[in-house]
Nanobody, 126 residues
Framework: VQLQASGGGLVQAGGYLRLSCAAS????????MGWFRQAPGKEREFVAT????????VYRDSVKGRFTISRDNANNTVYLQMNSLVPEDTAVYYC????????????????????WGQGTLVTVSS
C-alpha cells in the first residue's frame, strides 16, 4: 500500500483544514486507517483511526468534537476534517494503514501500522 497525504497548510486559530490521504491498491477497505501527528521536538502521536468499513472511529481526547475522520472506499481515500484549530495542533500529519483487525479500542499504536504516507504540514497561527 502506498499512501499520499495532502491538504496541509497555514491557518489561523479557529480555522479549519481537511486532510486527504490517497491510497494505492485494490484492498483499501481491508485496512484500518489512522492519522498521526508529530510536532517539532516531540514524539509522533495518535490522532484518529477508522475501521475498514468506516463504521468505527476513535480519537485522541484533545481532538474529540473538533476532528472527524472518514473514508471513501470507492476512491481509496481517507480524510481528516479539522475544525476549531488551535496552535497546539501544529504538526506534520501522517496517514497510515494497518492490516490488523479492528477492535473496540481502535488501533492507536504506531507499531500497528505498517504503511505510512509522507506527511503534510499543518501550521496554526495564534
Amino acid at each position: 500500500v502506498q499512501l499520499q497525504a495532502s491538504g496541509g497548510g497555514l491557518v489561523q486559530a479557529g480555522g479549519y483544514l481537511r486532510l486527504s490521504c490517497a491510497a494505492s491498491g485494490r484492498t483499501f477497505s481491508t485496512y484500518v486507517m489512522g492519522w498521526f501527528r508529530q510536532a517539532p521536538g516531540k514524539e509522533r502521536e495518535f490522532v484518529a483511526t477508522i475501521s475498514g468499513s468506516g463504521g468505527g472511529t476513535v480519537y485522541r481526547d484533545s481532538v474529540k468534537g473538533r476532528f472527524t475522520i472518514s473514508r471513501d472506499n470507492a476512491n481509496n481515500t481517507v480524510y481528516l476534517q479539522m475544525n476549531s484549530l488551535v496552535p497546539e495542533d501544529t504538526a506534520v500529519y501522517y496517514c497510515a494503514a494497518s492490516p490488523k483487525t479492528w477492535d473496540a479500542f481502535g488501533r492507536r499504536t504506531i507499531s500497528d501500522y505498517y504503511y505510512w504516507g509522507q506527511g503534510t504540514l499543518v501550521t496554526v497561527s495564534s
